[in-house]
Structure formats: structure tokens, C-alpha cells
């Protein structure tokens, strides 16, 4: 069973709420349609740090240490659908 960071809650178990934000989510679904960091930046009028931002940040939540594996915990999860 995972423990999921949500705030500054550790919560394990069932999830009673969504784990990524919406921008999280927008960033994470260009991921896996396959767009660089630059284009995702662009596509949603953010800075190329703030995408690195939102990938680090849902990293640390799902405790994994790489974009790899952060989507297929979340895809696992139910967050994002291929």
C-alpha cells in the first residue's frame, strides 16, 4: 500500500480526495502525450521552471524519484487514463 503526501497530511489507505491539482494534472497529461517541458511551458503559458515545478512537486507526493515513474503510479492510481 502507498502513502500519498496530500498537503502536509501522510495519507495511507484509501484516497478520499484527488492527489494532483488541476494544473498538475494539465502538465502530467502533456507528459504522456509525449511534450517536451519547453512545449508544455508554452501550451500553457507558464515558464519551463514552474512545468519542473509541478513534476517535482507530484513527485514528491507519490515518493517516486522519476517522470517515469510518477505516471505509472498515477495511472495505477486512477488519476491519469492513457
Known amino acids: 500500500m502507498?502513502?500519498?503526501k496530500i498537503g502536509r497530511k501522510c495519507?495511507?489507505?484509501?484516497l478520499t480526495q484527488n492527489?494532483?491539482?488541476p494544473r498538475e494534472k494539465e502538465v502530467f497529461e502533456l507528459l504522456i502525450a509525449n511534450y517536451s517541458t519547453r512545449e508544455i511551458a508554452k501550451r500553457m503559458g507558464i515558464s519551463d521552471k514552474?512545468?519542473?515545478n509541478h513534476i517535482s512537486n507530484v513527485m514528491l507526493k507519490l515518493?517516486?524519484?522519476g517522470r517515469a515513474q510518477a505516471v505509472v503510479e498515477l495511472l495505477?492510481?486512477?488519476e491519469l487514463q492513457l
Open 76 to 78: 495505477k492510481l486512477g
Open 2 to 4: 502507498h502513502n500519498i
Open 19 to 21: 492527489i494532483l491539482t
Open 11 to 14: 495519507i495511507g489507505g484509501l
Open 63 to 65: 515518493g517516486v524519484k
Open 50 to 52: 514552474t512545468v519542473r
